[in-house]
């Protein structure tokens, strides 16, 4: 089964709005979550990250908010911006250069 | 600062024939390397990583070997392509030690026909 997933493959926000995504995980072990934003052909770059020992961590318009308990972790984009358009990947490890396992993306489209 | 670098940038290759792809980061001695897989419309998932010379470590295997032959290089390679090859190739670096935080290449786009 998917260890990390994003449950919404899509999302629609209107410019100056709020982006909310999410994403769940399954193995305890997990102790580092990441957001990455990918545009199409290209490859992700780090958007943000927090380790297990913090539940909230800002920057700029970003906040990752993260929920140990209920294996959950979420970003929220304030004043969204046509540039926010992309697909939005969240990742997590377990320690130790092994490495991420990444969920499938969320793509995000901010319209005027 | 440390640049990483994939070559070669698209490759479109016959079932069967074998390839060879390569990723160099600079400014960074070192570093944990990692390679990734996305099939079109696929997650981006984990091929193999590397915290040292000589030393690779499987995560899934999809009928692909890797090396490391120097510090700064990472090599993927098979001898026999299959079609569900095809897809994007990312390699990343992170720094020694217990460091998640992941800084990716550009990537190289297969497509085996």
């Known amino acids: 089964g998917q260890q990390v997933k994003q449950s919404s493959p899509s999302l629609t926000v209107q410019e100056g709005g709020i982006s909310i995504l999410n994403c769940d995980y399954e193995?305890?072990?997990?102790?580092?979550f990441a957001w990455y934003k990918k545009y199409p052909d290209n490859s992700p770059t780090l958007l943000i990250s927090?380790?297990?020992?913090?539940d909230k961590r800002e920057d700029g318009r970003l906040t990752v908010f993260l929920n140990k308990s209920g294996k959950h972790f979420s970003l929220h984009i304030t004043a969204s911006q046509p540039e926010d358009t992309a697909v939005y990947l969240c990742?997590?490890?377990?320690?130790?250069?092994?490495?991420?396992?990444f969920g499938l993306g969320t793509r995000v489209s901010v319209f005027p | 600062a440390q640049t990483i670098h994939q070559w070669p940038v698209a490759e479109i290759k016959a079932v069967g024939s074998p390839l060879s792809l390569g990723c160099t980061i600079k400014g960074k001695s070192s570093p944990n390397l990692y390679w990734y897989w996305q099939a079109t419309g696929g997650t981006l998932q984990q091929l193999f990583y590397?915290?040292?010379?000589?030393?690779v470590e499987s995560v899934v295997q999809l009928n692909l070997s890797a090396s490391r032959p120097k510090d700064d290089q990472f090599i993927l390679s098979t001898e026999k392509l299959l079609l569900s090859h095809s897809g994007f190739y990312l390699c990343?670096?992170?720094?020694?030690?217990?460091?998640?935080?992941?800084?990716f290449g550009p990537g190289t786009r297969l497509l085996v026909l």
């Open positions: 927090v380790r297990s020992n913090v």
């Open positions: 990742a997590a490890g377990a320690g130790y250069a092994q490495g991420l396992t």
């Open positions: 193995n305890d072990m997990f102790d580092y």
């Open positions: 590397s915290i040292t010379v000589g030393q």
């Open positions: 990343a670096w992170s720094r020694g030690g217990n460091q998640d935080t992941q800084y």
